[in-house]
């Protein structure tokens, strides 16, 4: 059992593989205090090996207290958890201790994503706190994985009395520990620069990451992590947080002034109200938990297995995905029929299996100012209509998939014209028009099936087997003409819980389709998404060597078998870098793989290549699917090279990536130290046609060969002898 209570010490020990986390009932009045998370506490989870709890250190208020659930108002002035306001308007609030249930496997969250898991591998336990006076319970969920180092938490936050109370912040999880240097990291960018690692000092005061743009975001992603401030990717300590929600949240590290942390994540109280009449109750979505003693590199891996076996889901989960060519970057919205199939024809004959036909194929849609929410094919660029495409494609033996950007309607369309009061606005304000379009009121049931009836009657209509799921600008002018005035602070959790609905409705309807998340990019790349779709966009940018950083932030978290990685031409379309056509494919091998250029008129030394990079990405697809993820040196760290290794389970098959990005003169062959191989076992290495022991290839290195130019790329490929 992962999870036992003292009832005498009256304390809680949840374990993990190689953690433990500790917290326990404090005082009268029932306090729930934090007491330890870190390795696992061995033995066999007796709680007499926990040392008895001191709590002599509490001092006035609660600010020297390690809390588990904060709430505001009563004593605790770091940044809580809860707050509320009664119908009296107030908003003071101390929930302590009631109840407790400890039992076998995973709830679902109605409504919302949430890793998953069986009785076999995963224990919850559920503790009830209340605040009487206030009429307000929070019933604190933890579930513990046996089989991964991952404690995952949500909260359920019910109103107990009979008058409405206002929920106006709900985070979903809190870390307190005592400062030991930590660093913190977390992951920033911007459109075509997504999830570059930052890694700061953490100082007094408050720092972290948030969104108030109703997506998870380019600029800021749903992580934070507090490290030891000399953790390396094998050695130190990492505590780690990642949100599975897809809208506003913040994470933030608060360092106070007795030298304790604060860790917290959830919903961004910013425009939240949520209103709770008596007997209702709020789910605040899950964050999840991972304390790793060896480093990054742990962390990584962690992250990496439990989003592969307990949260991505569907048919693609396990398999090999097929290799696409997206006709974006080719042609634009200049494209038709014989266009689309001069492209299918040439990808075919290079081993390319999926044409995927991107923005422009409906409505009035020539140019990015009009058409979005008319989901009807356009005949004049798709002749013949779609069944007729899609059937030629299917005849040349490979699969076809679509785009569609469902959340959103551009002034310009039929759906505006009908529904003006569908589109977010307020009354009489001119609202922002990125890229001239509005965000529709998802809230509004009606909107919801309006897009999924439009989008089925598409994909009924023809045999699609793939969808790319984009979106494409941020929440301005939030208000819904359908919800009263005390309603409206609801609407960003509203719209992500609509939006999760309708991603539920089209994957329950159409199993056998893949879905794949967009946002501009990598704008929407949160654990959220990964729950409805098994692959995500990274970044609109695919230059190689810009990828390199962006990829790597990306991998800190997610298994490479969800990076959207795309082999684009050159000069690059976001950077304008002219990078070796080998050097594209090497690095989109590390995701996904596919196309993303006109290939009947790149270069036929180039096209030639394709065939080469396909038969690679089957060779190495399953192990970079299912393999453990090592990060051995880093380009935006050493401004020079690029090197990161996948290993099998079994530890019997290695794929060595190495970019060489920047050269440098006088500077001898990098020798790159291995990760991950087996001591016992010697490895055959294709590349240098020869066996090497694998504690030879980890602590001596491996020899790489430094070439002039930049820009180069190689494999290695390891297998056990
Ligand atoms: C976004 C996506 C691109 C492409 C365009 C189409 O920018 O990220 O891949 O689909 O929209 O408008």
Known sequence: MGIIFNEKERIFKLDTKDTSYIMGIEGDLGHLVHIYYGKKLKGDSNPSYIPSIN???????????????PAGGCGDFREHCIEIRTEDGYTALEPVYVSHDIYKGKPLLPGLPATFADESCCTTLEIVMRDALAGVEAVLLYSVFEDTDAITRSVKIRNIDSRDIMLTKALSACLDITNDDYDIITLNGAWGRERSIQRQKLGYGRSGVFSERGVSGHQNHPFIALVSDNATQKTGDVYAMNFVYSGNYEAQCERTSNDMVRMVMGINPYDFAWKLSGGQEFIAPEVVMVYSAEGLGKMTRTFHDLYRNHLIRGRYKDIKRPILINNW?????????????????????????????????????????????????????????LKYLVDEVNKLGMKFGMWFEPEMVCPDSDLYRAHPDWAFHVPNREGARARNQMVLDMTRKEVRDYIFDSMAKVLNSANVEYIKWDMNRALTDVASLSLPADRQGEIYHRYMLAVYELQERIVQEFPHILLENCSSGGGRYDPGMLYYSPQIWCSDNADAIDRLSIQEGTALIYPLSTMGAHVTDCPNHSVGRTTPFETRGIVALAGTFGYELDVTKIDEKEREQISEQTKMFHKYNDLVRNGD????????????????????????????????ARTVAAMPDPVIKLDGLSEDISYYVDELERTIPGDVLMNMGLFVKYEHGDYKARLYHLTAR
């Open 629 to 660: 993820y090592y990060r051995l040196a880093s380009y935006s760290l050493n401004h020079r090279y690029d090197c990161y290794m996948v290993v099998s389970k079994d530890k019997k098959e290695a794929l060595v990536t190495y970019v060489q």
């Open 55 to 69: 709590f002599s250190h509490k001092i006035w208020f609660m600010d020297g207290c390690a809390m588990e659930y």
């Open 329 to 385: 970057e080719a042609t634009y919205f200049d494209f038709d029929t014989d266009k689309l199939l001069a492209i299918a024809k040439e990808a075919k004959k290079h081993g390319i299996e999926m044409l995927v036909v991107d923005d422009g194929w409906f409505g009035n849609r020539f140019d990015d100012n009009r058409a979005l929410g008319d989901w009807v094919v356009n005949e004049e660029k798709i002749k013949g209509g």
